[in-house]
Nanobody
Framework: VRFVESGGGLVQPGGSLTLSCAAS????????MRWFRQTPDKKREVVAG????????VYAASVKGRFNISRDNSKNTVALQMDNLKPEDTGLYFC?????????WGQGTQVTVSS
């Protein structure tokens, strides 16, 4: 199992970024997928989730209305469109399935929101 996250960077408050995650080593279309955020104090929280056929999307209250999760089962990828970014969105972003492959977390992609 492997997850490769990309698309992070430094952005000013109010800006946008799109994160992408490429998954391999398991039957991606059969798994609920999530994006997680690890804050500077090392806490990891769920940011967004999407079911297998993209009919159900769930967001943390702090990002609802600003982030959009999507997936492409033909490419085994999951994306996170992030708009109107705030400094508190800063963190290391990971993707994983639910239930998570706990031994196979990727390297994550760093998002820094700062002026």
């Amino acid at each position: 199992v492997r997850f490769v996250e990309s698309g992070g960077g430094l952005v000013q408050p109010g800006g946008s970024l799109t994160l992408s995650c490429a998954a391999s080593g398991f039957h991606f279309p059969g798994y609920y997928m999530r994006w997680f955020r690890q804050t500077p104090d090392k806490k990891r929280e769920v940011v967004a989730g999407i079911n297998t056929i993209s009919e159900t999307k769930v967001y943390a209250a702090s990002v609802k209305g600003r982030f959009n999760i999507s997936r492409d089962n033909s490419k085994n990828t999951v994306a996170l469109q992030m708009d109107n970014l705030k400094p508190e969105d800063t963190g290391l972003y990971f993707c994983n399935s639910a239930p998570a492959f706990e031994a196979d977390w990727g390297q994550g992609t760093q998002v820094t929101v700062s002026s």
